[in-house]
């Protein structure tokens, strides 16, 4: 019971492998860019309760694995992290500019139960091998 969220009224675990890309997979995540957007979605974590299971920022694609009470749905989720994201690297790294939108309007999302969290967890860390 430990991994789950308990409230009055609920008892639920609800893990969201989130996926996403910027604006034609363009590999701009790197060095400060990278290290920024990891800062922003800790800080957005934080501030919305979420538990942050593993982020991998690669180049051209990030991987965020959270835990997340009932009342957000995944796509309020990703909404928010997403623009976030967009207004502060953009206003903090003009050449981010030179893309029409810093993301695809597309992304991926999956749920997982206890069993597969530890596989998609693995998964995630094993990006940077690639």
């Known amino acids: 019971m430990d991994n789950y969220r308990v409230n009055s009224h609920s008892v639920t675990l609800l893990n969201y492998h989130f996926v996403w890309c910027p604006k034609r997979r363009k590999p701009v995540l790197k060095g400060e860019i990278k290290n920024r957007a990891q800062s922003i979605i800790?800080?957005?974590?934080?501030?919305?309760?979420?538990?942050?299971?593993?982020?991998?920022?690669?180049?051209?694609?990030?991987?965020l694995f959270i835990e997340a009470k009932p009342t957000y749905a995944p796509s309020v989720i990703i909404k928010r992290i997403k623009g976030r994201l967009s207004h502060h690297l953009r206003r903090e790294f003009p050449e981010l500019l030179k893309l029409p939108t810093l993301w695809t309007p597309s992304y991926f999302c999956a749920t997982t139960g206890a069993a597969s969290t530890e596989t998609i967890k693995k998964y995630i860390e094993n990006q940077k091998n690639k």
């Open 42 to 63: 800790f800080d957005l974590c934080k501030e919305n309760q979420w538990q942050l299971i593993a982020l991998e920022i690669m180049p051209d694609h990030i991987h």
